[in-house]
């Protein structure tokens, strides 16, 4: 297994140029990311697979209802596919007649995954940047490695491309893949919704539109995804997780961390943690505005202690627009305490073009 020098050096660049955004963990681990024998000692070979996630989207169950993306809809890929690799190192075991020495990987360390993806023959990494395995199968497709001991013949990569299509570039709400297939992640709706742990900045609330976790424009533009084939194993289909739709209402009401983990246990939803996804929740109802959201705004923005989460909900209310959430804003600003998100709610009511009236 060759080193992956040429990736790692693009990978670098990459890096430096700030592309990484929050992703510190992006940076650990240079070795292991470029070199197998640093993963794996024994490493001989690594079969790469490739699962789709795809499921068709069902009609929107109402107004305060988010969209999950597609990867994010049923359990959490790295469990389901880590006992997947586990079954296959079974069945090589059965036809080699020897224990198999192997390490299962699936997004869970520092590895170019989409890398030995595109050097295993499973597709080409179009411009969204992700790795596509043609018309036929498109890009919903998770990846995993199984690094195993048996010396075997190299797949041959296959030839693909984008050619003039820049769909995804154009399509992107906040502009974050470059034409000339760059992704900037600070920009990203799958980063600002899941990895980010601050604030969403104020640029691209509008553009993440109803999206609540995770963002799938770049796919649902790509010709190569016209007819995906559907996920072929039932833990990736919406009723084994969260599905296609949360209530965001409902999701104001998780109390504490505790309660946050029992109700999406085994799903990706896990990832930002409550604090992460109720942020999300408050931008999304924000963009949405629908005609329940605002009592329960006001309720949560009065008894939330986290100031972040305040000055989301805070941003929401004002983007109602009305004389009604003008008020709100107004008693919002009378009770809040901290200093910064006073300022920001005095900043959101004068934009609605009625500035508060005894403004500190
Ligand atoms: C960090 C990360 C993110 C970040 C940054 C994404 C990015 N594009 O860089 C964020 C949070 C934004 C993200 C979002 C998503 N992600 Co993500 N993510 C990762 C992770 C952990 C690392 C990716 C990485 O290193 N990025 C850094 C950039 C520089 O790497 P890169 O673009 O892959 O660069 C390589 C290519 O340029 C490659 N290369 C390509 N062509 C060529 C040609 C030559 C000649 C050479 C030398 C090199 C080369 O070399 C570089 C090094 O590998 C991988 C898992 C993993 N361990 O790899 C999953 C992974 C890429 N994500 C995945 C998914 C599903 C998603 C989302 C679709 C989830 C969602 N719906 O919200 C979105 C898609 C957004 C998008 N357009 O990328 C899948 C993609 C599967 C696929 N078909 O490609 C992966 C592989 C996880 C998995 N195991 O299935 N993700």
Redesign the pocket.
Known sequence: MEP?E??????AD??SAG??AG?EY?KRNPQA?SSPAALFAGARSALVV?AS?YTDLPSNPGAQWGRV????VGQD?HTV?SAKLSELKCMIEGEIGRPLLSKA???????????Y??RAGL???GR??????GKTAG??????ELFTDLELEPDEPIVGSCGGCFR?AES?PTG??SRS???N?GA????L???NKGGIPLEHRAAIGERV????I??EVCPYNKQPPEARWKEFHSHSGVGHYLDLVNLLAIGSQDEFKHKFAHSPLLRPRRRGLIRNALVVLGNLRPDSGLAELTQFALNEPDIMLREHAAWAVAQYGDECSGKVLDSLYQREEDPGVKSKIADYKEQMGTPIKSRL
């Open positions: 992956m040429a990736e790692g050096a693009e990978f990459w890096l592309n990484a992703m992006l990311r490739s996630y993306a597609r990867y994010a890929y596919l990987f699936s997004d869970n360390v520092a590895l170019f995954e989409q890398a993806a595109r597709g080409f990494v969204n940047t992700l790795v596509i395995s890009s919903y497709q998770y990846i995993a995804c992107c974050a893949i297939g760059v992704l992640a990203c709706v799958a980063y919704t899941i990895e976790f995770g963002c799938d770049c796919q």
